[in-house]
């Protein structure tokens, strides 16, 4: 079977990415403690062959037609999409966290309540 023929028998198309990071370019403070390190992401852009990077953020407008572009392409190419917005944020690497909890007592009874975030501040 080639990948054209691949490609026409995909039905659903999911697509999934921590949007306000790559758009707003600030990393997330949660406001309890759990606050997101590391230098600033930014996005590498590609438009008509040419690479556009902007270090203040100004072609936020030219990517966002550009995943709407996109999306709209999937759809008149009848392909179902579902887009996963707003991927939940906590501020901590959850699985840094939870080991490091194991690691000081192995026998704690560990529940989510350790690693919260309120909804207020999403």
């Given at each position: 079977?080639?990948?054209?023929?691949i490609?026409?028998?995909?039905?659903?198309v999911?697509?999934?990415?921590?949007?306000?990071?790559?758009?707003?370019?600030?990393?997330?403070?949660?406001?309890?403690?759990?606050?997101?390190?590391?230098?600033?992401?930014?996005?590498?852009?590609?438009?008509n062959?040419?690479?556009?990077?902007?270090?203040?953020?100004?072609?936020?407008?030219?990517?966002?037609?550009?995943?709407?572009?996109?999306i709209?392409?999937?759809?008149?190419a009848?392909?179902?999409?579902?887009?996963?917005?707003?991927?939940?944020?906590?501020?901590?690497?959850?699985?840094?966290?939870?080991?490091?909890?194991?690691?000081?007592?192995?026998?704690?009874?560990?529940?989510?309540?350790?690693?919260?975030?309120?909804r207020?501040?999403?």
């Amino acid at each position: 079977m080639t990948t054209l023929n691949i490609i026409h028998r995909i039905e659903y198309v999911i697509l999934s990415s921590r949007w306000t990071l790559g758009m707003e370019g600030v990393r997330f403070d949660n406001k309890e403690g759990g606050i997101e390190y590391g230098r600033k992401p930014h996005l590498d852009f590609v438009k008509n062959g040419k690479y556009l990077y902007r270090e203040d953020y100004q072609h936020r407008e030219e990517i966002s037609q550009a995943y709407i572009n996109y999306i709209q392409s999937l759809l008149d190419a009848e392909k179902k999409v579902i887009l996963i917005y707003p991927v939940p944020e906590t501020g901590w690497n959850v699985p840094r966290y939870i080991s490091r909890y194991y690691w000081i007592d192995p026998n704690s009874d560990f529940h989510s309540s350790i690693a919260s975030t309120s909804r207020e501040v999403l």
